[in-house]
């Protein structure tokens, strides 16, 4: 247990919360104490841009989502969309609804912010819970809509194990139709963009497994996925040395990465199946 913190005449602190204290005399006796503090607030651990042009994001924990109007300014805490209670790691927007992936567990849920928030996993619930996305899962640090608006979500694993997962959630069926456990042996699936001109899944890794857990592979690796045959067409290291691939964009028919350990930013070329930039980022770490 935690030590007990004892006073010079031997009186000592025998209870204690965020709002008050307890003071027990050893010979007999106790005292409360209460008091108020203005607190920095939680941490703001993601944002995003959502379905009606506002900004979400998660704080951590306790998990509260948030939205941000950047044209009237107003902030307003929305409650919690899960039934978890560490921090959302990834949102996407799609048809006017946000979904939101949170930690532990990777719980997937859905948000209308069109209707009243009340968080639940029946039919009328808003936000709607969908539940855990499948083996390999615990912290969802990637979120994309790619073809046929499937939803693919790219995973750091469980405590004490290795190689991460990357899951595919249909809407139009409701339920996660895809799910592939080391898709990177022993690696953990940290970023992912859909590219519509290739109609491919473009994905970095990181060496990094679950908490408590060494690396076992030596560099971060980018892979390419078609969703419509369902296999990697490209497995490469594409920066020697490099442990983790930490975000990645597609734009105007190219996919832009960010690789740290060298602190790269390089550019892959789908129609000439290469990468056709890199160069150092300047100003910190990515």
Known sequence: GPPIQ???????????????????NPRGGETQYRFKYESAGSMVFVVGLGPDGRIYGSSALPLELFVYNPETGRLKDLG????????????????????????PGAWLSVYDPNKPFRYGTSKDSNPRGIGYIGAGHLRPRAMIVGPDDKIFV???????????????????????????????????????????????????????????????????????????EKRKVL????????????????????VFATSVGSNTLFVYD????????????SYGRP
């Open 6 to 24: 004892t006073l010079k005449d031997g009186r000592y602190v025998s209870k204690a919360d965020p709002r008050s204290y307890t003071i027990t």
């Open 80 to 103: 919690n969309p899960t039934p978890v209670n560490g921090e959302i790691y990834s949102t996407v927007s799609l048809h006017g609804k946000l979904y939101v992936c949170a930690y």
């Open 154 to 228: 790219g995973s750091m694993p469980p405590y004490g194990q290795l190689g991460g997962a990357m899951a595919v959630y249909a809407p139009s069926e409701d339920r996660v139709v895809e799910n592939y456990r080391h898709l990177i042996p022993n690696q953990s699936i940290v970023s992912l963009a859909y590219e519509p001109k290739s109609g491919l899944i473009f994905g970095g890794s990181s060496k990094v497994g679950g908490g408590g857990t060494r690396p076992v592979e030596q560099e971060a690796r980018f892979f390419v996925w078609n969703p419509y």
């Open 235 to 254: 497995d490469m290291v594409p920066i020697p040395g490099d442990r983790a691939i930490v975000s990645m964009a597609a734009a105007n028919g190219k």
């Open 270 to 281: 789908p129609s000439m199946e290469r990468i056709v930039h890199n160069g150092g980022i």
